[in-house]
């Protein structure tokens, strides 16, 4: 609904800014850590430990940890750039129009189509990225409630 609600005109993007999105995923990365230790047990950090040789192992750990934290991250960072730079393109082409229109009201009119073009292309964007970050929670609950094989 926040994704759908800035495209209002002078709506508030609450989810083109990085640090509420970045509050929301790292509390939800947490909130599955700890359900991971509360239903797992210390059997959770199994989910680290992929089917490799020996000789790799602690290195692919470190990865793994490296992965599991990043993750949290590259969710907010996805959903933010992404609504960002829609929000922006339909900004600078709203200006471009305004000023088009001064000089010549037909082309005013085409630039108002593709204005259009753009918004629904926005509203696409806006219910992929609720999809994408609703299939990527339900990804990292799979981790926790899964067998934490790879």
Not at 43 to 50: C, G, M, R, S, T
Request: proline fraction near 3%.
């Amino acid at each position: 609904m926040a994704n759908l609600l800035s495209l209002i005109p002078f709506g508030v993007s609450l989810t083109s800014h990085l640090i509420i999105i970045l509050w929301i995923s790292l509390t939800l990365g947490l909130s599955i850590l700890v359900l991971g230790f509360w239903l797992k047990g210390m059997e959770f950090l199994k989910i680290f430990i992929p089917q490799c040789p020996i000789a790799l192992l602690p290195l692919i750990i470190i990865i793994e940890i490296f992965s599991y934290i990043i993750r949290c991250f590259s969710l907010a960072i996805r959903l933010s750039a992404n609504m960002l730079a829609g929000h922006t393109l339909v900004a600078i082409i709203a200006l471009f129009i305004l000023n088009v229109v001064i000089i010549n009201f037909m082309f005013g009119t085409l630039g108002f189509i593709s204005l259009l073009a753009v918004l629904f292309l926005e509203i696409g964007v806006s219910f992929l990225q609720a999809y994408v970050i609703t299939i990527l929670t339900c990804i990292y609950l799979n981790d926790v409630l899964g067998t934490g094989s790879h």
